[in-house]
């Protein structure tokens, strides 16, 4: 695990522990970063080398595939989850919510 997703990963806990997540969970072929089962949402953490055209072409069949399969997809940068964590767990909240 990168250090955002361990400071994601222990946000989740602490700040929305009513609400159940897993981390590195399998979905077909891929691994997500977290997700939160019963509200099918996952939650993705990008490094920097998601700028990357290719990687950038690669997340968006990604988010193509999972979105297909029933599940929402958000992503956030390390720098967010690093630099301003009280705004990606409100961003978290109103998808966990958004039914």
Same mark, same amino acid.
């Given at each position: 695990?990168?250090?955002?997703?361990?400071?994601?990963?222990?946000?989740? =806990?602490?700040?929305?522990? #009513? @609400?159940? /997540? =897993?981390?590195?969970?399998? @979905?077909?072929? &891929?691994?997500? *970063? /977290?997700?939160?089962?019963? !509200?099918?949402?996952? @939650?993705?953490?990008? #490094?920097?080398?998601?700028?990357?055209? =290719?990687?950038? *072409? +690669?997340?968006?069949?990604?988010?193509?595939?999972?979105?297909?399969?029933? &599940? =929402?997809?958000?992503? /956030?940068?390390?720098?967010?989850?690093? /630099? +301003?964590?009280?705004?990606? @767990?409100? !961003?978290?909240? !109103?998808?966990? &919510?958004? +039914?």
């Amino acid at each position: 695990m990168t250090e955002a997703e361990r400071v994601l990963w222990n946000a989740l =806990r602490d700040k929305l522990s #009513g @609400i159940r /997540f =897993r981390r590195q969970h399998p @979905i077909g072929d &891929y691994i997500v *970063d /977290f997700i939160c089962l019963p !509200k099918r949402l996952v @939650i993705e953490v990008d #490094g920097g080398y998601h700028s990357e055209p =290719r990687q950038q *072409d +690669d997340d968006e069949v990604r988010t193509a595939n999972l979105n297909n399969w029933g &599940y =929402r997809v958000i992503r /956030f940068s390390n720098e967010e989850v690093l /630099f +301003d964590l009280n705004k990606v @767990i409100e !961003k978290i909240v !109103k998808q966990l &919510y958004n +039914d």
